[in-house]
Nanobody, 121 residues
């Protein structure tokens, strides 16, 4: 069973910074994409950032250079550095792991339990 443990959420004032961490219980050094998603009340879960096993990056349009995703394969951990936070960034942030098998029918996706980020104005 794959476990993802997030940490680093909390309350911060607008313009402040937070660094989220997600530690996986399995190796992430191959065939594994890692990502962060967020969900605010009454909205759909949306991609914040993702990093593939070959370090290709994707960011949500709303990030606009404020966030940076990175991974440390030796620690099986992915990070999200969030700067210039805005009240509209308030949401539960979820860590995501996508494991790709040699056959796509065995691909698997896992989620963390989520960590609350609240940005006050």
């Amino acid at each position: 069973q794959v476990q993802l443990v997030e940490s680093g959420g909390g309350l911060v004032q607008a313009g402040g910074s937070l660094r989220l961490s997600c530690a996986a219980s399995v190796s992430i050094d191959s065939r594994t994409d890692m990502g962060w998603y967020r969900q605010a009340p009454g909205t759909q879960r949306e991609l914040v950032a993702s990093i593939s096993s070959d370090d290709s990056l994707k960011y949500g349009d709303f990030v606009k250079g404020r966030f940076t995703i990175s991974r440390d394969n030796a620690k099986n951990t992915v990070y999200l550095q969030m700067n210039s936070l805005k009240p509209e960034d308030t949401a539960v942030y979820y860590c995501n792991l996508k494991r790709y098998a040699l056959s796509s029918k065995y691909d698997r996706t896992y989620w963390g339990q989520g960590t609350q980020v609240t940005v006050s104005s």
